[in-house]
């Protein structure tokens, strides 16, 4: 059974970066065809997707949260984590990780989410 789990700060300041990890067991974050994603919901709104780190390592974000994004893996610890840079009140919202099992935005696997608070 694959599990993910998120951790990090609850509290962010404005204009600083918001970092996550998110740890998986029961499964590889190097196992073919896999993309490890990053998805957030803002209170009372919708989830929105914000990127994927694939089994190779590549990435894709989006576009709209591209230029402030970065997704990164450690494949010692099996984890995967998400940088966002220059957040405001705006980027407040729980945050989630999940497996894609090949890359269609469907989504099989997540963790519980972790709520991030952007405030001074």
């Known amino acids: 059974q694959v599990q993910l789990q998120e951790s990090g700060p609850g509290l962010v300041k404005p204009s600083q970066t918001l970092s996550l990890t998110c740890t998986v067991s029961?499964?590889?974050?190097?196992?073919?065809?896999?993309?490890w994603n990053w998805i957030r919901q803002p209170p009372g709104k919708g989830l929105e997707w914000m990127g994927a780190?694939?089994?190779?390592?590549?990435?894709r974000y989006s576009p709209s949260l591209k230029s402030r994004t970065t997704i990164s893996r450690d494949t010692s610890k099996n984890q995967f984590t998400l940088q966002l840079s220059s957040v405001t009140p705006e980027d407040t919202a729980v945050y989630y990780c999940a497996r894609d099992p090949s890359g269609i935005f469907y989504y099989d696997y997540w963790g519980q989410g972790t709520q991030v608070t952007v405030s001074s």
């Open positions: 780190i694939t089994n190779s390592g590549s990435t």
């Open positions: 029961g499964g590889s974050i190097t196992t073919s065809n896999y993309y």
